[in-house]
């Protein structure tokens, strides 16, 4: 069908943000843009945002579409959050996980029960234990220059 004998929809919002909220931040920087970019953006991000679940709530897209909508969704955010680190000249986060040790649920099926301790981390020696403590003092979260430190980067 001609894009000019579609019927238009219409969203209309008024966001008023109370000055110093991070949404207010934004707004200040949307309104800064012509309004065709400024819309165009919103557009976007919106599309990225809502689309799966706009076509899971309207009940008319298999579960098929609606996968694919959330993979295109979520690798145009991750572009997004790409571009944004690349013209912000910001490094990419580097997370070190930490899993803590998990004991397997104990099972009976007329059998007497034993209670597993497969996941359970074996004791180590004094240096043996140090060396697998994570090198940042924020569980769970390293700079790039500690990994690089840990692996050996350039």
Same mark, same amino acid.
């Given at each position: 069908?001609?894009? *000019?004998?579609? !019927?238009? !929809? *219409?969203? *209309?919002?008024?966001?008023?943000?109370?000055?110093?909220?991070?949404?207010?931040?934004?707004?200040?920087? #949307?309104?800064? #843009?012509? !309004?065709?970019?400024?819309?165009?953006?919103?557009?976007? $991000? #919106?599309?990225?945002?809502?689309?799966? =679940?706009?076509?899971? &709530?309207?009940?008319?897209?298999?579960?098929?579409? $609606?996968?694919?909508?959330?993979?295109?969704?979520?690798? @145009?955010?991750?572009?997004?959050? *790409?571009?944004?680190?690349?013209?912000? @000249?910001?490094?990419?986060?580097?997370?070190?996980?930490?899993?803590?040790? #998990?004991?397997? %649920?104990?099972?009976?099926?007329?059998? %007497?029960?034993? !209670? &597993?301790?497969?996941?359970? &981390?074996?004791?180590? %020696?004094?240096?043996?234990?140090? &060396? $697998?403590?994570?090198? @940042?003092? =924020?569980?769970?979260?390293? @700079?790039?220059?500690?990994?690089?430190?840990?692996?050996?980067?350039?």
């Amino acid at each position: 069908m001609n894009q *000019s004998k579609k !019927k238009r !929809k *219409s969203l *209309s919002l008024r966001l008023q943000p109370y000055e110093g909220d991070v949404l207010a931040e934004v707004v200040d920087y #949307l309104n800064s #843009l012509p !309004k065709d970019e400024a819309q165009r953006k919103v557009a976007d $991000i #919106l599309v990225a945002a809502f689309l799966p =679940v706009a076509r899971y &709530s309207s009940g008319n897209f298999t579960p098929e579409q $609606i996968r694919f909508a959330c993979w295109e969704a979520q690798d @145009s955010l991750n572009k997004h959050g *790409s571009y944004m680190r690349l013209a912000l @000249s910001v490094e990419q986060p580097q997370f070190v996980l930490s899993q803590p040790a #998990l004991t397997a %649920p104990v099972v009976a099926v007329n059998a %007497p029960s034993y !209670k &597993s301790n497969v996941l359970e &981390s074996p004791e180590l %020696p004094g240096e043996a234990a140090d &060396s $697998i403590r994570p090198a @940042s003092i =924020v569980q769970g979260q390293a @700079s790039s220059q500690e990994l690089d430190a840990i692996f050996g980067g350039d």
